[in-house]
């Protein structure tokens, strides 16, 4: 923070008497006052602060368990549903699986403004809540459980919720894990939403911020790089 500073700027100033020999006075006090005011200036507008302002994280993992929950009721829907239409909407599933986000972008946004969400974290929320892989690969992880487990539990006296959630969840654990990465990594590094559905530079994510670090400052640059790719490598320690 600001409060460290000076310690840095002295810091600094050892490495370079020790490279260049004693510094005067005044060169002292000219360095630490440009040094003090580039931490200022920069470091203060980087990605720590904005992080503070903006708490992307919090978006994402909203994003995250939006998704997964919806992805296992509806996966567990197509399992057990043995109606005459599941077929084709499993199919169409799929088929909005394969497109593109690109195609998807434009309905998303007429949608988004005829809901008045445009500009709003809502916009964001609901595309990223309902999207078909989730589903698609839980239902096909699903599928794959036993039906005499399932047929046992059913004899026993569990009813539909019972057997959802203490059979077929625990089962599809490493699949849930698996679906929660993947969708992290595609939110935190979304850029074509926030950009068309938030006009608001406050309610943007870090995504859109590393975009906007001048080109010029490399350092900062590659800092707010690796420190933007922490959370997504914590995720698979």
Request: some cysteine; proline content about 5%; aromatic content about 14%.
């Amino acid at each position: 923070g600001s409060a460290d500073i000076p310690q840095l700027v002295e810091l600094r100033l050892v490495y370079l008497e020790e490279d260049r020999g004693p510094l005067d006075l005044s060169q002292r006090s000219v360095f630490s006052e440009r040094l003090i005011t580039y931490f200022q200036e920069h470091l203060n507008k980087s990605l720590f602060a904005y992080s503070v302002k903006e708490p992307t994280l919090g978006q994402i993992v909203s994003i995250v368990l939006l998704q997964v929950g919806v992805a296992s009721i509806t996966a567990y829907s197509f399992t057990r549903w043995r109606g005459k239409f599941r077929s084709f909407l499993f199919f169409f599933y799929v088929i909005l699986m394969l497109m593109p986000y690109q195609v998807t972008l434009v309905p998303n946004y007429l949608v988004s403004d005829w809901l008045h969400l445009l500009n709003t974290r809502w916009a964001i929320f609901l595309p990223g809540a309902f999207a078909p892989f989730s589903v698609f690969l839980l239902t096909k992880f699903m599928r794959r459980i036993p039906m005499a487990v399932i047929e046992s539990a059913k004899i026993d006296g569990a009813n539909e919720w019972h057997i959802f959630w203490n059979i077929c969840l625990p089962q599809c654990r490493s699949a849930l894990y698996s679906i929660a990465i993947l969708v992290f990594i595609d939110n935190w590094n979304m850029v074509e939403q926030p950009l068309i559905l938030l006009n608001d530079v406050e309610k943007q994510p870090l995504s859109m911020f590393l975009s906007s670090i001048n080109a010029g400052e490399i350092g900062i640059a590659f800092a707010a790089a690796v420190i933007y790719m922490i959370p997504g490598l914590l995720l698979f320690l």
